[in-house]
C-alpha cells in the first residue's frame, strides 16, 4: 500500500531532492476517488433463474449492511436461515451530514468528523469545496488538524447559501508533510492518505410561501381560434426566481370535480394522524 512504500523510499534514498521527487510521483500514482453514492437501501431486486453467486459493488457508506433473501419455488417458499452482514470501512474516512433543505442567506454551522483507525498519527488538512456563486464560505477553508491512532476529530466549517436550487459539497482531507502536530506523539510523513465526499444541499427559498389560485370561464367558437389573457398580480416584496406558474385546462365546467371523485372519501390507515389527514376533505 501507500504506506509501504513510503518507508522503502526513505530507506533507499540518501538526497532530499530525489526523496521530495519520488513523494510526488508517490502521490500521483494513488487514485483520488470522491465517494458520493450513500443510498439509504441498496439492494431490492426480484431475480429470475439467480445465478449462485452474485458480483455487487458496495455504497460509499461506512456502516453494516444486513442482507436477507426469499425463494419462491414450485415446492414453497425458502427463506434464508439467518440476515447475511457485510461491514463496509475504511482505514481513514471522513463523514458529514447535511440538513434535508436550507432558506437562503441562512448560516450552516457544518461539522466534519475524521476517523483514523491505523496506528499512527497524521497530520490531516481537511478542505471544503462549493461553488461559490451558489454558496458562500465564511471563514477558513481548510483546517489542520493532527490525529492518531484510534482517534475520531471534528472541525467545523460555515456555509451561506446565497441562491436556490441543488448544489454540491464536497469535502476532502489528505496527509500533509508539515510538522503541525510534531509535538503530539510521532506523526508519519511521506505516506499519503486521502478520502473525499460529495453531498447535495437542497436550497429553498426565505420567507413564507403563498399560493394563489385563479379561475376563469372561457367560451370557444365553434370554429377558429380564441385567446383569452389572465391577469395575476405580484406582490411587490416576492423573492426573486420564487415564481412557479402552473395551467391547467379543462374541457367541462365540472371537470376539476368530476376527476377528483375518487379521492373524495379514502379508506382508512395506518394511524390517526395519518387518517385525520383524509378525513378532512370529506367533511370540509
Known amino acids: 500500500g501507500p504506506g509501504r512504500r513510503g518507508r522503502n523510499f526513505r530507506r533507499k534514498e540518501s538526497s532530499g531532492k530525489k526523496r521530495q521527487a519520488k513523494t510526488k510521483k ?14 439509504e437501501m441498496w439492494k431490492f431486486d426480484y431475480i429470475v433463474d439467480a445465478p449462485k453467486q452474485l458480483d455487487l459493488t458496495l455504497p460509499d457508506t461506512v ?21 447475511a452482514r457485510v461491514t463496509s470501512i475504511l482505514p481513514f474516512f471522513i463523514q458529514f451530514t447535511l440538513p ?30 462549493v461553488n461559490e456563486e451558489n454558496i458562500k464560505i465564511k471563514g477558513a477553508k481548510s483546517i489542520t488538524t493532527c490525529i492518531c491512532d484510534n482517534e475520531i476529530k471534528t472541525v467545523t466549517f ?17 496527509s500533509t ?12 510523513k ?3 492518505k486521502f478520502d473525499a465526499v460529495r453531498k447535495a444541499l437542497f436550497v429553498k427559498p426565505a420567507g413564507i410561501e403563498h399560493e394563489r ?14 385567446s383569452d389573457s389572465v391577469n395575476v398580480p405580484l406582490p411587490h416584496n416576492y423573492i426573486r426566481g420564487s415564481l412557479r406558474t402552473y395551467m391547467s385546462l ?5 371537470g376539476n370535480a368530476i376527476n377528483s371523485l375518487q379521492r373524495l372519501v379514502r379508506m382508512p390507515y395506518g394511524c390517526g394522524e395519518q387518517n385525520m389527514i383524509t378525513m378532512v376533505p370529506s367533511i370540509y
Open 100 to 129: 434535508y433543505s436550507m432558506k437562503t442567506m441562512e448560516i450552516l454551522k457544518q461539522p466534519i468528523k475524521i476517523f483514523n483507525y491505523m496506528k499512527e498519527c497524521y497530520e490531516i488538512e481537511v478542505k471544503i469545496q
Open 177 to 188: 508533510n508539515s510538522n503541525f502536530c510534531s509535538n503530539k506523539g510521532r506523526p508519519r
Open 213 to 226: 389560485v385563479v379561475s376563469d370561464l372561457v367560451c370557444f367558437r365553434k370554429e377558429g381560434k380564441s
Open 158 to 174: 460555515s456555509l451561506v447559501p446565497i441562491i436556490m436550487g441543488k448544489w454540491n459539497v464536497t469535502v476532502e482531507g489528505r
Open 26 to 39: 508517490q502521490v500521483k500514482a494513488i487514485k483520488r476517488r470522491i465517494r458520493s453514492f450513500f443510498p
Open 63 to 83: 456502516t453494516t449492511w444486513r442482507a436477507n433473501a426469499y425463494c419462491f419455488t414450485s415446492q414453497g417458499i425458502w427463506i434464508a436461515e439467518k440476515p
Open 190 to 192: 511521506g505516506v499519503y
Open 250 to 254: 379543462t374541457g367541462n365546467i365540472m
